[in-house]
Structures are given as structure tokens and as C-alpha cells.
């Protein structure tokens, strides 16, 4: 079983920038497209960013141009650059095996993004 663990959340003001990580605890043999997640308080999940095995990318039209999602070449980690942070883009951030999707089911704790204006 591979988890995955999220971190370096944060809260920052508008215009900031933060950097999330995501790493897996077990070992998987086959490479994943990896996609990031974001849920705010009393809404549903919604779709950020997803990077494929061979680091093609896609993203919500929310957050294009300001975060740019890149993977490990040989392992199933990723990363969230985020800049020019808003008070919407607040919310518990979850990365996921899978493109634009959670293909084995897990989900980790998530990681904290708060951005106040």
C-alpha cells in the first residue's frame, strides 16, 4: 500500500507564495500520475493540478498561471509551487495517485492553506 503524505501548508497573506510537497510512504514499482486536490471549508473538493508520468500538466482554470505542479522523475512525489495566493485558494490541499483522480482511494491528512487578504 503506498500513502501519501502532504506538507508545507501555511498561512500567508494575498500575493504570497507557498511551496506544498508530496511524498509516499510505501514503495510502488509503477509510476502514477500525480494530482493535487483542494477542499475549503463547506464546499466540495475540487481539482488544482494534475502531472503526468511523463510530467505533462494540467490545470483548473482558477489557478493556472500561478501554480506550476512538477513531479520526481522516478518516484511518485510532487510539488505545488503556488504564487500570487488568494483569499479563494485557501483551503486543506490533498495530493492523490492518479490523473484527476484518486485511483487507489486514499487520501492523507492534507496540508493547511490559509491566505487572508
Known amino acids: 500500500q503506498v500513502d501519501l503524505v502532504e506538507s508545507g501548508g501555511g498561512t500567508v497573506q494575498a500575493g504570497a507564495s507557498l511551496k506544498l510537497s508530496c511524498a509516499t510512504t510505501g514503495r510502488s514499482p509503477v509510476l502514477y500520475a500525480m494530482t493535487w486536490f483542494r477542499q475549503a471549508s463547506g464546499k466540495e473538493r475540487e481539482f488544482v493540478a494534475a502531472?503526468?508520468?511523463?510530467?505533462?500538466?494540467h490545470y483548473a482554470d482558477s489557478v493556472k498561471g500561478r501554480f506550476t505542479i512538477s513531479r520526481e522523475k522516478a518516484k511518485n512525489s510532487a510539488y505545488l509551487q503556488m504564487t500570487s495566493l488568494k483569499a479563494e485558494d485557501t483551503g486543506t490541499y490533498y495530493c492523490?495517485?492518479?490523473?484527476?483522480?484518486?485511483?487507489?482511494?486514499?487520501w492523507g491528512q492534507g496540508t493547511q492553506v490559509t491566505v487572508y487578504s
Open positions: 502531472v503526468s508520468v511523463s510530467s505533462f500538466t
Open positions: 492523490v495517485l492518479g490523473w484527476m483522480t484518486n485511483e487507489n482511494g486514499h
